[in-house]
């Protein structure tokens, strides 16, 4: 089985645009003065080695209809994962029924007409891979036996998993605007257990992309996985202490997450936000940019155009250190009196500028302090900014790793964490929705024995 | 259950024009020499959600689901494959693709099975809790909740408040068999609102809910979480940055019970532990915990958040006692690792949804009271931290290492409870932090009904409690050196 079926492929794709047509004139026979519908289905498969064998082989297979109907500025919202015309329009009207009892929001409403994609980029993202099961199982069971064979101290394991899925969401609203995305996601993932002295440790490496060609090889994978375990043996606690702390890139993301939750219209427009008031303001040191590229050919996050059809387009958030945009919907631009920047559903490859150094040159540059590798927890308040997050990494000396560390926490506040960044690598993380090279910041509490 | 049942082939199987000889004939094809077990879950999901910002509802949604997931099992193998669609061709693709992990076709022989009725008593009512309030009415609390909340104070800004209902209807088929179903409501109401003075933002959050109908939010309940949310954004307009490093702490009755979720919760499930991941694994007799320290798990409470009358995999849920006295008793089993472990299953298999495959997960977990005074305990401490509220957690369950965090803590200074402190992550070791916990309060709560736990990707509603208790050193994430 593949992750698209071709010859079922046309015609399903066509499916989907008649599901969303449909939606929408049910919503207009209702009364209903605009409406919008996406209507998405996905498949494929995953499975995992774990010791040698199989543990798991799961089959997915998904389809579902969001639709939202304004009656002027009231709306409602529904969902069903049933086609057939019946469930359509029962899904419609129970959307109109809730839109009886929602209240006047004069900031309710499809996006602006003029504001509608008009030319739709071709984004190369959909690679579908042909890979059978039994092929599938033997690609697992060579990644995670690279994992085990790289040293006498890996003891045990989680597995190895493959996975294949596509998928294709039209969607369309009563300006007329219809479109559709097709896109691939493929990964390899490895995580292991290695034991030193009674006690245990856990960590794993995985690739993920949308073209099967372009993932890392198996044994490259589960070759990571084992060393990323192994340096983490023999982890002890350090004392409180402050101290410089280095964001390693794939946990360096996080902390534009953060960026990206606080600048998001919806936690402004509630106050929520410790980036209320920051437009214009130097939020970051002036070396910083951070910009959205939503049109980058095969990256996770790219889209021609945003959950309400607006064009997605390349911009900058932070320009010379400056906030100077917000992440906007819509909705949230006409609650702050602004106008949308093609962010419904979202940020689209978020990217912060990389300066020279690689992560060695990193660990030099700062000389004496902590390396992060793994944060847990979800200790961040995105009102106040307060950050405090538990931590696992290595103490690092003269620009040298000198031993693994854990049950430790960091903790500052993002807002003063922003102004603390003193460089940022150019060792990119490309796996997710975050391009983030790894970071350093300069004192933070570390919080320990 | 025979009534359950009955309703559940009828909302599940007879839409589809299903019967029984048809899930035979679907077994049929998924049985082999090896497949040790095997099972389909049927599902239908119905809920909704209502929000309130800014004094109006201003949105609402309604969504419905339903599907079937088809497993098989051979040894430590499992097979999964499912279908939003429950018609006999469509169960019939997904039993050939879940029996791949056996390597042998079915025999395609159809043999009748034997089913019989599942028992188990019910811990809350089948009726759908979505129309068990007019929507006006649903809109009109929200706006209460909202005036409340804002009336306690002129510094509350902003009062965001939802509500959420979900009716479900599950009827499980084994291969075995054993035939089950349930009805499952499930509510929540929750409130968050922002407090603001002199340019600093604060928030509060609180809710509850359970396995109930709307009717469960009176007046008093609603009213009472309006009050509370502004209480801890007041209260933390004026906490001060918190302390770093190891102290004693003493954590409050109820919600901070998330502590045993995430310390030795994840770390009792079955999977683990058959699989030698957890650092709780092959140490059933030993001692886990100080002797003051008895923790259950527990899913037999009617009308809790956390509670199933039957698991995922038709096995009534229990109270199973995970430590006694400090001493680790045994380990939260779903089907399949129950067998491979060579343990009776303890009604722990959970699953997300048709979607997913089943694996252990916990219910309502708690400690029970010891018999201390709360403020005994409080005034044992010369310098420490006293946290009473939590965000979430989690947890590394194969070094141990684990998190929690406080939204509303205060410092104890000389055995009194002293100013409040902003919100910091605790952060221990599973294994060993329960060894330090010293006194044990009287004053055993459950939290009031929000939890969700997340693992490997699938999310199921859960309980925890605690009453006070001592931890005599954690390490507090905090920014003051």
């Known amino acids: ?449 | 259950m025979t009534e359950l049942i009955e309703t559940a082939k009828n909302t599940l199987l007879a839409p589809g024009g299903l019967d029984m000889r048809d899930l035979d004939a679907v077994f049929a094809k998924m049985i082999t020499p090896n497949v040790d077990y095997a099972d389909l879950y049927f599902q239908y999901t119905r809920q909704e959600s209502w929000l309130l910002e800014e004094g109006r509802v201003k949105s609402g949604s309604h969504n419905i689901e339903q599907g079937v997931g088809v497993r098989a099992v051979t040894g430590e193998k499992s097979g999964l494959a499912y279908s939003d669609e429950i018609i006999l061709p469509a169960l019939t693709e997904a039993a050939t693709a879940a029996r791949a992990i056996s390597r042998q076709g079915g025999n395609d022989v159809s043999h009748a099975i034997t089913w019989s009725d599942g028992r188990a008593p019910r811990l809350y009512r089948s009726e759908d809790p979505l129309v068990s309030l007019d929507d006006t009415d649903k809109v009109r609390l929200l706006e209460r909740v909202e005036q409340e909340a804002r009336r306690q104070d002129p510094r509350i800004k902003e009062v965001i408040a939802s509500m959420a209902g979900v009716h479900e209807v599950i009827l499980i088929a084994r291969n075995d068999g054993a035939l089950s179903a349930d009805i499952r409501p499930l509510v929540r109401l929750n409130v968050t609102v922002i407090a603001e003075h002199n340019g600093r933002r604060e928030q509060g959050s609180t809710g509850g809910g359970g396995r109930v109908s709307y009717e469960y939010f009176t007046d008093e309940l609603a009213m009472g979480y309006a009050r509370e949310a502004a209480r801890q954004a007041l209260v933390n307009l004026e906490a001060r940055d918190p302390p770093a490093g190891t102290m004693p702490v003493v954590l409050g009755p109820g919600w901070p019970g998330i502590l045993l979720h995430e310390a030795i919760g994840h770390g009792l499930e079955g999977d683990f532990n058959r699989k030698g991941t957890s650092a709780f694994a092959g140490r059933i007799g030993e001692s886990v915990a100080s002797s003051q320290c008895t923790v259950v798990d527990d899913g037999t409470m009617p009308n809790r958040r956390g509670s199933l009358s039957v698991d995922d995999e038709g096995n009534p849920t229990q109270n199973t006692v995970l430590i006694e006295n400090g001493i680790l008793k045994a380990y939260m089993q779903d089907a399949m690792n129950a067998r491979l472990m060579g343990v009776a299953p303890t009604g722990n298999g959970r699953r997300e949804s048709f979607a997913h495959l089943p694996m252990p997960r916990m219910t309502n977990t708690y400690m029970m009271p010891g018999d201390m005074d709360p403020d005994e305990i409080i005034a044992s401490v010369d310098k420490g931290l006293y946290a009473v509220n939590f965000g979430g957690g989690q947890v590394d369950i194969t070094s141990g290492k684990f998190v929690f965090s406080a939204s509303e803590a205060y410092l104890i200074e000389h055995g009194k409870v002293g100013p409040a402190v902003k919100g910091a992550t605790l952060i221990g070791n599973g294994p060993d932090v329960l060894t330090r916990v010293s006194m044990v309060g009287n004053d055993l709560e459950l939290d009031p009904g929000v939890g969700t736990c997340g693992k490997e990707g699938q999310s199921v509603p859960v309980g925890v409690g605690q009453p006070t208790l001592r931890i005599d050193g954690i390490t507090v994430g905090g920014v003051r050196v």
Request: glycine share 10%.
């Open chain 1, 1 to 449: 089985m593949s992750a698209t079926d071709p010859l079922d492929e046309q015609t399903g794709n066509r499916q989907l645009t008649e599901v969303a047509r449909r939606a929408l004139d049910e919503a207009t026979g209702r009364g209903a003065t605009e409406a919008d519908a996406a209507v998405s289905r996905s498949q494929g498969f995953s499975v995992t080695v774990r010791l040698g064998d199989v543990e798991t082989v799961e089959y997915n297979r998904d389809k579902n209809l969001v639709v939202n109907v304004y009656f002027g500025h009231r709306s409602g919202s529904a969902s069903t994962s049933d086609f057939s015309p019946r469930a359509v329009a029962d899904t419609v009207r129970a959307a109109c029924s809730i839109a009886k009892y929602t209240a006047e929001d004069e900031c309710a409403g499809l996006a602006d007409r003029d504001r509608l994609a008009t030319e739709i980029p071709e984004l190369d993202l959909e690679h579908p891979w042909e890979l059978a099961l039994d092929d599938a199982i033997d690609l697992a069971r060579e990644c995670e036996h690279r994992a085990r064979e790289v040293d006498p101290r890996i003891t045990n394991s989680e597995g190895a998993t493959i996975s294949t899925h596509g998928g294709t969401e039209a969607y369309a609203n009563t300006h007329g605007f219809e479109g559709l995305v097709s896109g691939t996601r493929h990964s390899v993932s490895c995580a292991v257990i290695g034991e030193q002295d009674g006690l245990m440790q856990r960590d794993f490496w995985y690739s993920a992309t949308r073209d099967p060609a372009e993932l890392e090889s198996p044994r490259h994978v589960g070759d990571a996985a084992a060393r990323r375990t192994l340096r983490r043996l023999g982890a002890r606690q350090i004392t409180t202490r402050e101290a410089p702390v280095l964001f390693e890139a794939p946990v360096a993301a996080s902390l534009l997450s953060h960026f990206s939750a606080a600048a998001r219209g919806s936690s402004l427009y509630r106050k929520a936000s410790f980036l209320l008031d920051q437009l214009g303001q130097p939020v970051f040191p002036a070396f910083v940019r951070i910009h959205e590229q939503p049109h980058l050919p095969k990256a996770v996050g790219s889209a021609p155009y945003d959950n309400e059809g607006v064009a997605t387009v390349n911009r900058d958030l932070v320009t010379d250190g400056v906030l100077q945009s917000y992440v906007l919907d819509s909705y949230s631009a006409r609650k702050l009196g602004m106008q949308t920047t093609g962010n419904a559903g979202g940020l689209r490859n978020l990217t912060i500028e990389s300066g020279g150094l690689d992560l060695a040159g990193l660990l030099k540059e700062m000389d004496t302090g902590l390396l992060v590798t793994e944060l847990i927890g979800f200790g961040v308040n995105v009102v106040t900014g307060d950050y405090s997050r538990g931590a696992a990494g290595f103490w690092v000396e003269h620009g040298e790793i000198q031993y693994p560390v854990e049950e430790i926490t960091i903790a500052g506040n993002l807002k003063d964490m922003f102004q603390r960044i003193a460089e940022v690598g150019n060792d990119v993380d490309t796996r997710g929705n975050i391009r983030s090279g790894s970071i350093l910041l300069e004192n933070l509490t570390i919080a320990g024995a």
